[in-house]
């Protein structure tokens, strides 16, 4: 979804048959749009749950980044150096992603990442 959102004119999985890729390909290039087949029946579950989006859909690029960084395991210090931002920064981050999704502890933020499948 944040493909399509950030003006993606397509998505497929790595697992797509080349036959498939091919015609995503002419339809994209003719100025077409193109989703998997896998992918459009995703769209429609998460559509078909009462037309409410999971929490983390609202979280910015770099809010979901850092919540899955978190969730891997990664103390505050360790996301700033590999992303190259401050420990405060990253912080700031936490607490808003806490926020958004009604979270208190990195624990529930690891467990929401889990059941969303956002992590494994």
Known sequence: MRVLKAGGSGY???ETAPEELVE???????GGRYISASFAGRMAALLGQSGK???HEALSDRELEVLLLIAGGETVSEIGTRLGISVKTVSTYRTRVLEKLGLRTNAELTY???KQELIA
Do not use: D, L, T
């Not at 995503?24 to 003719?30: E, F, Q, T």
């Open 112 to 114: 929401y990442a889990i």
């Open 53 to 55: 989006a999971a929490g």
């Open 24 to 30: 995503a390909v002419r339809r994209v290039s003719s």
């Open 12 to 14: 497929m999985n790595k």
